[in-house]
């Protein structure tokens, strides 16, 4: 298993007039502790794409418990629960100052060859890189 | 059941690098097919805040079949399964231009009492409206 | 003088904590309605891009004078004030639906060849389209 | 004068098609970056809201340079040029990892009481906070 956490403050943009952020946003909260995840790897996300690979999203479950608010410092911890190998299982628990965990949310990603289209499995440079924490 | 359509124009903003809507923004789409579908019932979104009442979602899950892009003409379906009592179920489909379906979600959202924060039970006049559909 | 009148719905998603829409979210709103008045020009926007043309925006003023609200039915008025040459100005007239003119903006565009990254002016095509407003 | 700087990473939700950070995205960098030198100052916005004043934007101005990209880590240099009495003047630069201007904007805002709608002058407390960086 491999974790990762980043701290995210809610921008006014993020809210909406119930106060809360609005529920779309949390999957921007995903995307970038995600993409810093791949970061802390080494492994930064920009570089799959320069090599002609794209990381589209297949499915994502999200679930609400309490709202953020404004200018809020939230920790999104990123997991990664299985060795990816064609597909990318990303789960996420957001959690407010005060350590509860207010949002929680699974998001399953593929790589596909830009060109063709073609769904690839994991290159083996990236394997090779999650492999110490699977195993 | 009740059943609703409503077209969506895919805006330049929503697109990400990819070429593609950006996974987050399919939330904005399903939030104004439901608004519409309200509306379409004669019972606006809005009317509920005017009384204090607030409707936020509880739960979110989406699958993502194909790329929706730039201009595309979309027309997302929206589908109220069951009765609303203590919670509202909406369900989503999205289908392209080629009448092909795209992207798939459903949301359940609550009532609650702005004041208070107390959950509600669906009002009486708003379950006079839905009855129909589900007798 | 080339205008252009779109009908936008206030979302949700648009507004911030204050009850308004998020004073970015303007942006969006003139991008929608100048790529309707391409529409009805006869020369959708997506043409040019599928041409290796792209039209990135160089500058940006608004002015807000009034908030607009959710479900608020906003029209946007586009002006084209002089002919397309090398640059492109697209005046805003934002109205509620008391008619009341809520915020103004301006963006002027250029015209920018895809791969070479050079600037071109405007295609003779679209002159075409655009010289019987402004002879 | 009071300047404050803030880096801000690019997200994918940021860019559009052509690759670039949309260009109504800004307005969250310059928010974001606000919000900071508020809270450098020792006044966190959020305070102002909870003391039922709110700070509305009443125009922006926003110049594009050079496209900022997915990833990029801007700095957002904030600039107040001026002591705010009446209104708030905001300017801001923004600068890519090369340290090249990459965009340049401008925001008035004005304080407004909540309940009642007037606008107000800034408030001692902030005044005693600002007055300085202008004397």
Redesign the interface.
């Known amino acids: 298993m491999f974790t990762f956490e980043k701290q995210i ?1 809610v ?3 993020d ?6 952020v ?7 909260y995903y ?2 502790a995600r ?1 810093e995840a791949f970061r802390a790897l080494g492994y ?3 570089n799959l ?1 320069t090599e002609g690979i ?1 990381m ?9 418990y309490m ?1 953020a ?3 809020d410092l939230l920790t999104v911890k990123v997991i990664i629960p299985e060795m990816p190998l064609a597909k990318f299982i990303f789960d996420y628990e957001v959690y407010n100052e005060e350590k509860i965990l207010i949002n929680q949310g699974s ?1 399953i990603l593929v790589l596909i060859e830009k060109n063709t289209n073609k769904i690839l499995r994991c290159p083996d440079d990236l394997k090779k890189i999650f492999a110490p924490y699977f195993s």
Chains 1, 2, 3, 4 share one sequence.
Request: a positive charge; charged letters at 30%; aromatic letters at 20%.
């Open positions: 403050r921008r006014y943009a809210t909406d007039q119930m106060g809360y609005y529920y779309g946003n949390y999957a921007q995307e970038e993409t930064p996300y920009k794409e794209m589209p999203v297949r499915s994502m479950n999200v679930r609400y709202p608010r404004y200018d998001t």
